[in-house]
């Protein structure tokens, strides 16, 4: 990402390559076709995106592929940033040799001679042994600039509570140097920290972009599960399953913003990734897309910026939503 001017919205390319999965069995595509798949990478490219995450566990690399095919012609014009997720038979997925592996099938989906970003998730298997080896292997191949930059995805859970995970989190950092970081971030959520100190307090001070995944939490954001009793459980990435009474909760928050951003799921959506694009300054949010013209839309919405008294009623209301589920969680903790 280095030297290239970056939009901050992204697309996350995990819908279009079908559900994640990391079996053998052939994975069950999204309702949107392959071509209008492409067709929508086109159009992002054409309102100005710059950066595409995908992985080879998003449909067995059917995601990889798509997006090869789409941005081959744009390829300078574009970052990639790509994850190693699919373990196979490998004692890990970073286990040296599977590892390469995987980095070079990626390179083949993605008709490219080099990957943007390589993402990683911050397991290295039992006491953390694949890290050092992981390094070396990644270290290796970006000299060689078959890796222009390595990623690290931090953990959904922050260690401000846990001076144990805290000194180990700092040593993958250290040992890894990550030239951008990754997390699940939105509004209803609370950003990790790292040693103590805020991500993105972190991340501006070290330079370094962040990329925000699951700016719309899971479609919660958008109120696109309504009110009940017409909506059902959600099973948000940490595992944890939404009861009727939690969605109920988001459903009632969000009309503070309804009211004043519009009711439409649309402009929900806008007053989410604006959200999250505030929070750094070299932030990159990355929005999945369903349909062409979904993604055309959000670019469109991002362009228009808030005022600062928008930002701080958003803020706000968030922060409201966060107590008020933290509240009726049974652990006690953010949704996430």
Request: some cysteine; proline content about 6%.
């Amino acid at each position: 990402m280095a030297g290239m001017t970056v939009h901050p919205l992204g697309v996350g390319c995990r819908p279009i390559g079908g559900r994640v999965t990391g079996s053998g069995s052939s994975a069950r595509r999204s309702a949107l076709q392959d071509d209008d798949a492409r067709d929508g990478l086109q159009r992002a490219v054409k309102r100005g995106a710059t950066v595409f995450d995908t992985a080879d566990i998003y449909g067995l690399g059917h995601s990889q592929r798509l997006v090869g095919q789409a941005l081959a012609h744009d390829r300078d014009q574009v970052c990639i940033s790509t994850r190693v997720s699919f373990r196979g038979t490998a004692a890990h997925r970073y286990a040296p040799p599977h590892l390469r592996h995987q980095l070079e099938q990626t390179l083949e989906n993605l008709q490219t001679d080099y990957l943007d970003v390589v993402l990683l998730d911050d397991g290295f298997g039992p006491g953390d042994c694949f890290l050092a080896d992981t390094a070396v292997t990644l270290k290796d191949l970006r000299t060689r600039q078959v890796i222009r930059a390595v990623g690290l995805s931090l953990p959904i859970e922050s260690s401000a509570g846990d001076p144990a995970a805290g000194a180990r989190m700092a040593h993958v950092l250290e040992a890894m140097e990550p030239d951008v970081l990754a997390v699940r971030y939105n509004g209803l959520s609370v950003a990790p920290t790292i040693s103590g100190e805020d991500l993105f307090a972190y991340a501006a001070r070290k330079q370094l972009p962040v990329l925000i995944c699951e700016p719309l939490a899971r479609g919660l954001l958008t109120g696109k599960y309504g009110a009940p009793p017409h909506s059902a459980p959600v099973l948000m990435p940490s595992g944890h399953q939404l009861s009727a009474e939690q969605l109920a909760a988001v459903h009632d928050g969000l009309e503070p913003l309804r009211r004043r951003f519009g009711a439409d799921p649309a402009a929900l959506a806008r007053v989410a990734l604006r959200f999250c694009v505030g929070r750094h300054d070299q932030a990159v949010v990355l929005a999945g897309f369903s349909t062409s013209d979904q993604l055309e839309q959000n670019y469109s919405m991002i362009d228009e910026p808030f005022s600062e008294d928008d930002l701080a009623f958003v803020d706000d209301i968030y922060r409201r939503l966060r107590v008020r589920l933290a509240d009726l969680s049974e652990a006690g903790g953010p949704v996430s």
